[in-house]
């Protein structure tokens, strides 16, 4: 039976390695963009069959679904978003026989939250940040500095919100900022520090009930640095502290049907459970450039109960997302020489040769803005 791929996403590079992955294998990918139309670039890519914009209307995106669902064709759903992720969730049992869509069985939204997921992980041998829950409005205690304040559920606000402070002075002023943008609580955690600190991301998915390790990525920078998604990395066999067996019992307890990052700092000779995310890694594409394609493999195993071995080069493995890093060389987060050695040496997963137009289109937008921002300061 023929096969597609739908794609729910906001206009973002995680998308477009989404995309190159199962586009180079053949597979139709058909687009539902939840950002606005006009300066967009996922959707130029080579590789999208068709894209509809359907905001983050629910009802619209559930319809296409069934709109394409109709010719017989099976059709997998990737959502690459929270939001995404979890009004597929809440749907999976009333799309056609022929979708097949990553699911919780209808509980991701109880598993999105960082407190429960924290909780798991505990109960599953991993180690976890000292933290606390905090309703808005409510008085509380906490010494632990420096700390770091987040959204509990990613989907109630925005990455940039998350914020470090080093004292309870900040603590409070910061906890008055998150009441200010409406939200109802926030996660507090020590933010961890020490020798050899960086984050570590372990990529995977999970079919019938078995869950298989794709990658292991360990961040060498990110944009913007210290709360960023990855910009230059290593992809690695395996890492110190790292319990493999305990990141499956933790998928497999969830019950969790899909592509799944699950992510940890690294400090001290320890790796401590951030948060998992239930949907693809931004980095996954940097996994199909060195032979393991994860969308790819999901949708193979789901379809014929086949599961492929991986097997890596001995050699590094370095990538980068050269369009965010770009940005730390010019902020002098590092000096450009060591900037442009590691820039020639590491697989780029934003800029390759035989997809370019969404490249230029991204770029082109970049120097518009600009160009307006540096006019505005005149």
Not at 55 to 76: F, P, V
Not at 311 to 337: I, V
Request: hydrophobic share 35%; glycine share 6%; with cysteine.
């Amino acid at each position: 039976m023929r096969k597609i791929a739908i794609v729910i996403t906001e206009d973002h590079y995680n998308a477009l390695g989404v995309i190159r992955s199962l586009g180079q294998k053949k597979i139709p990918v058909y687009l539902l963009l939840t950002t606005a139309k006009g300066k967009t670039y996922t959707d130029k890519s080579k590789y999208v069959t068709e894209v509809q914009f359907v905001s983050h209307d629910a009802k619209s995106i559930i319809d296409m679904i069934g709109k394409y669902s109709k010719n017989n064709s099976e059709c997998y759903i990737y959502p690459l978003s929270d939001f995404s992720a979890e009004l597929i969730d809440q749907n999976y049992d009333k799309f056609n026989t022929n979708v097949i869509c990553p699911n919780m069985k209808g509980k991701m939204n109880y598993f999105q939250n960082k407190m429960n997921s924290k909780q798991l992980a505990e109960k599953h041998g991993m180690k976890t940040a000292p933290s606390l829950l905090l309703q808005i409005g409510s008085p509380f205690i906490w010494e632990i500095f420096p700390a770091i304040i987040k959204p509990v559920i990613s989907q109630e606000g925005i990455k940039g919100d998350i914020t470090i402070v080093d004292s309870l002075e900040e603590l409070i002023v910061v906890v008055g900022e998150f009441e200010k943008k409406g939200y109802q609580q926030v996660l507090i955690e020590e933010y961890l520090t020490g020798k050899d600190e960086h984050m570590v991301e372990v990529l995977g998915y999970s079919c019938k009930e078995k869950v298989f390790i794709d990658g292991i990525i360990k961040k060498i920078r990110e944009y913007p640095m210290g709360k960023g998604s990855t910009s230059f990395a290593e992809i690695v066999h395996m890492h110190e502290g790292l319990n493999l067996d305990s990141v499956i019992s933790f998928i497999k307890e969830t019950r969790f049907d899909g592509l799944f990052d699950m992510e940890f700092k690294y400090v001290n000779g320890t790796c401590y459970f951030i948060e998992c995310n239930y949907r693809n890694g931004a980095p996954s594409y940097a996994l199909t450039q060195v032979g393991c394609n994860l969308p790819y493999n999901w949708m193979m195993s789901r379809a014929n109960g086949k599961f492929e071995s991986i097997k890596y080069s001995d050699k590094q493995m370095f990538f980068m997302c050269e369009q965010t890093d770009l940005l730390n060389a010019l902020k002098r987060e590092l000096p450009l020489k060591e900037w442009i050695n590691q820039y020639r040496k590491a697989n780029k997963i934003f800029m390759i040769k035989d997809d370019l137009k969404p490249v230029f289109n991204y770029y082109i937008s970049f120097l518009k803005m600009l160009v307006v921002k540096l006019c505005r300061r005149r």
